[in-house]
C-alpha cells in the first residue's frame, strides 16, 4: 500500500514505440495542478533497441527535471495488430525499468480505468477524455499531441487512486 503523501508529483506516461507521451501533475491538499506534458519521439528507421535505449535516456532526464514520487503507466490493453502491441510492450518494458531504477512508484491502469476515473464512464471517447483533462487541470485548452493529453489522464487517475486509498 502506498502512502500517501499531502504534496506530491505523479508522472502518467502513455507508451508507445514512436510517441510515448508524458504528463505530469502535482497533487496537493485542495487541488490538481498541472507542471509540464509532451512527448518523447524516437525516429522512425532506427532498430528497435535504438528507440528503446533512446525512450530511456529521455525518461531519465524527465525523472531527474520533476523528480516525481509516483509514476502511473497505460496498460497494453488490446491492439489490433500483433506488431505494434508488441512493439508497445517493448517501450513498455523499457520505462518499467527506468521507473524501477529511479525508485518510482508505480501502478499500472487500464483505459477503462482510467476512462471512469475521469469521466466516471469507462465508454468516454477520446475527446470527452481530453476536456476532462483540461477540466480538471484548469488548462486554457486541451493538451496537445493526443498521447501527452492521455498521459495527463493517466496521472489524473492515479491521483485520483492514491486519494481513493487514503479515506
Known sequence: ???C???MVILGLDPGIATTGYGIIKKDSAALNYI???CIKTPAGLDTPIR???IDKNLRAIIKKYKPSYAAIEQLFFAKNAKTA?????????????LAASGVSVAEYTPLQIKQALTGYGRADKIQMQKMVQLILKL???PEPDDAADALAVAICCAHSLHA???
Open 5 to 7: 503523501r499531502v504534496d
Open 1 to 3: 500500500m502506498w502512502h
Open 140 to 142: 486554457s485548452k486541451i
Open 36 to 38: 509540464a506534458f509532451g
Open 165 to 167: 486509498s487514503t479515506n
Open 52 to 54: 528503446l535505449l533512446d
Open 86 to 98: 508488441l512493439l508497445v510492450a517493448h517501450a513498455r518494458g523499457a520505462i518499467l525499468t527506468v
